[in-house]
């Protein structure tokens, strides 16, 4: 309970003090291509209740757009995930907010993945970070995630991720992924997928 209110809380501050950059980057977004700035799309989440996500578009007709590219290297097109925070349907940490097609794609309506549903999806996570490339390495992060609870993994995350948005989140993932043992990635690829 007093996570979800220091979230809602940090959440709705971090919407005031970006609404500046959100309104540009929306501009931005709208003439470009004159669409809408938001992109919607229905996810799932705890419990595997259905959510509206929120998102900076970022493609236009099936191409990805010029301020799409920025967006997305910095990460963020993921801002407007605020107001999922906002709504109680995301936390800023949390396994990967799925839809109903990538789930039945990954095959994760099993018992086995259960314990992913027991939590709101996040903004970030391991999962987001790494960017598996496979459903096998995309389980092994949120495993990882999901087993070890606590304020050092969170803080890793988060400092991670900010990281990301400063630099650039493709050469961080590149480098994430070289620092990730053969033996661990062997080992993951013959695990349950």
Same mark, same amino acid.
Request: a positive charge; proline letters at 5%; one cysteine or more.
């Given at each position: 309970?007093?996570?979800?209110?220091?979230?809602?809380?940090?959440?709705?501050?971090?919407?005031?003090?970006?609404?500046?950059?959100?309104?540009?980057?929306?501009?931005?977004?709208?003439?470009?291509?004159? $669409?809408?700035?938001?992109?919607? *799309?229905?996810?799932? #989440?705890? &419990? +595997?209740?259905?959510?509206?996500? !929120?998102?900076?578009?970022?493609?236009?007709?099936?191409?990805?757009?010029?301020?799409?590219?920025?967006?997305?290297?910095?990460?963020?097109?993921?801002?407007?995930?605020?107001?999922?925070?906002?709504?109680?349907?995301?936390?800023?940490?949390?396994?990967?907010?799925?839809?109903?097609?990538?789930?039945?794609?990954?095959?994760?309506?099993?018992?086995?993945?259960?314990?992913?549903?027991?939590?709101?999806? $996040?903004?970030?996570?391991?999962? *987001?970070?790494?960017? #598996?490339? &496979? +459903?096998?390495?995309?389980?092994? !992060?949120?495993?990882?995630?999901?087993?070890?609870?606590?304020?050092?993994?969170?803080?890793?995350?988060?400092?991670?991720?900010?990281?990301?948005?400063?630099?650039?989140?493709?050469?961080?993932?590149?480098?994430?992924?070289?620092?990730?043992?053969?033996?661990?990635?062997?080992?993951?690829?013959?695990?349950?997928?």
């Amino acid at each position: 309970m007093l996570k979800r209110i220091l979230e809602t809380v940090f959440a709705s501050l971090m919407l005031v003090a970006l609404s500046p950059l959100l309104i540009i980057i929306a501009i931005l977004i709208r003439r470009e291509d004159d $669409g809408p700035a938001l992109f919607l *799309q229905q996810r799932v #989440g705890r &419990n +595997k209740i259905p959510f509206t996500i !929120y998102k900076f578009r970022t493609f236009h007709q099936g191409e990805i757009t010029k301020i799409g590219v920025k967006l997305r290297k910095k990460g963020l097109d993921e801002v407007p995930q605020l107001i999922n925070i906002v709504l109680g349907n995301m936390s800023f940490i949390g396994p990967r907010p799925l839809c109903e097609d990538d789930i039945t794609r990954l095959g994760w309506h099993q018992p086995y993945y259960q314990k992913r549903w027991h939590i709101n999806p $996040g903004v970030t996570g391991l999962a *987001q970070i790494y960017a #598996g490339v &496979n +459903k096998k390495i995309s389980w092994f !992060y949120e495993q990882m995630y999901l087993n070890n609870p606590g304020l050092k993994m969170e803080l890793k995350i988060l400092a991670l991720t900010v990281a990301m948005c400063f630099i650039d989140k493709y050469q961080i993932r590149a480098q994430l992924r070289r620092q990730i043992p053969r033996t661990v990635l062997s080992e993951t690829l013959n695990l349950r997928s």
